[in-house]
RNA sequence: GGGCAGUUACCAAAGUGGCCAACUGGGGCUGACUGUAACUCAGCUGUCUUUCGACUUCGGAGGUUCGAAUCCUUCACUGCCCA
């Protein structure tokens, strides 16, 4: 009756393969249970964190210290610099082919991390879609700057009317890539956007981690304070010049370089950066709580959590 | 003790007789999101109601008026200035 998961090449076949999800927002405290859960089950860990990937921005991403790493093998931390094009089809790409490696050795692998669009390419696959080059992306930020939103919005009533009626069309990110793939395909992009969810030859385990909101909150503020003194602002000055690019956007960092440039005091950007981190935590729990699949958990309750990954290993 | 200014929703801040449940910003809440995603975007935010709508609000009390956040009296508190 069950549909097998790996039809296409019995020789591949990994049922009896795990793939161990953490998830949870930002702050929240998965490293330290991942870590608990990895050192229990002997397996490795991958990282599905979009920030703790560039090997540069540490601190600001609360990356796994080195005492850490040496506990469990991780993947994906510090894998890639601040300077290389990278995004969410890559990493699904390099994550099934790594985890098709690793499966070979371990029974369990986990998956820990926060980004949402990274951890559905993994667990759902992504459609086939070509990376955007530079020109076109500069070309269609061109037209934005200086048209205007209502100008690319007309744009791709042309280009893909299907499109046009089911994007956010106030969003000029979503209108630009749509756009953008448009140009580079000649085809619409409505086209190439199947919405099919690939089927992994191995089992999906969907742990979910969080804590009533002030805490999570307070728990976001004060780590905040700690990435201060651990020397964040020393770590965003390193890459001051490069602040425009788009792996600098990013929490902890942005609102630094708006202290540097003068605009914010150093007092008003750390608390820019609790609240985007806040901020930031809230829609990481609104896209996962769309997933019905995730089991939650508070993350003090270890045991607890042990205790039903076993429940379904077992069977 | 005297003078002046002020007290509006979680905060800041408009409104100075009817168009006010009250501009706006922040915060908060909710949501969308398949390749730049720690991005980007949207809605809600007095109470009750799915909507229509009903009800209670603009420091307290009293008053003027058909009608008050807006005018008057008084009390309380805050800030600045003079003592």
Excluded at 98 to 113: I, R, W, Y
Excluded at 281 to 304: S, Y
Aim: glycine fraction near 6%.
């Amino acid at each position: 009756m069950e549909e097998p998961n790996c039809q296409l090449s019995t020789i591949n076949c990994q049922l009896n393969k795990t793939l161990l999800v953490i998830l949870g927002p930002t702050g929240v405290g998965k490293t330290k249970i991942s870590l608990h859960l990895a050192e229990h089950f002997g397996c490795p860990i991958v990282s599905s964190d979009s920030r703790q990937f560039y090997r540069e921005l540490k601190i600001g991403t609360a990356a796994p210290t080195e005492a850490q790493l040496q506990r469990v093998k991780h993947y994906f931390i510090g894998s890639h610099s601040i300077f290389d094009e990278y995004n969410a089809g890559q990493y699904e790409q390099d994550t099934i082919q790594l985890l098709d490696e690793l499966f070979k050795k371990n029974d369990v692998v986990m998956l820990v991390g926060g980004s949402m669009m990274y951890i559905d390419a993994v667990c759902n696959g992504m459609d086939d879609i070509p990376t955007v080059d530079t020109e076109t992306r500069e070309f269609w930020q061109k037209q934005y700057a200086e048209n205007g939103l209502e100008f690319i919005q007309n744009e791709l009533k042309k280009l893909d009317p299907k499109h046009y009626e089911q994007v956010d069309i106030q969003n000029p990110k979503r209108i630009m890539h749509a756009l953008e793939i448009c140009s580079m395909t000649g085809k619409p992009y409505s086209d190439l956007r199947t919405g099919e969810r690939k089927k992994r030859n191995f089992n999906i385990i969907k742990i979910g981690l969080n804590r009533p909101r002030p805490e999570l909150y307070e728990r976001i503020n004060a780590r905040v304070d700690v990435m201060m003194g651990e020397g964040l602002l020393k770590e965003a000055e390193q890459f001051y010049e490069h602040r425009q690019m788009n792996t600098l956007n990013t929490v902890g960092y942005k609102e630094l370089y708006e202290y540097m440039d003068g605009n914010w005091t150093l007092d008003f950007a750390i608390n820019m950066i609790k609240q985007d981190s806040r901020r930031y935590a809230k829609r990481q729990l609104t896209w996962f709580n769309r997933d019905k699949e995730i089991k939650w958990f508070v993350p003090d309750n270890e045991e607890e959590v042990l205790e039903y990954i076993r429940n379904i290993i077992s069977k």
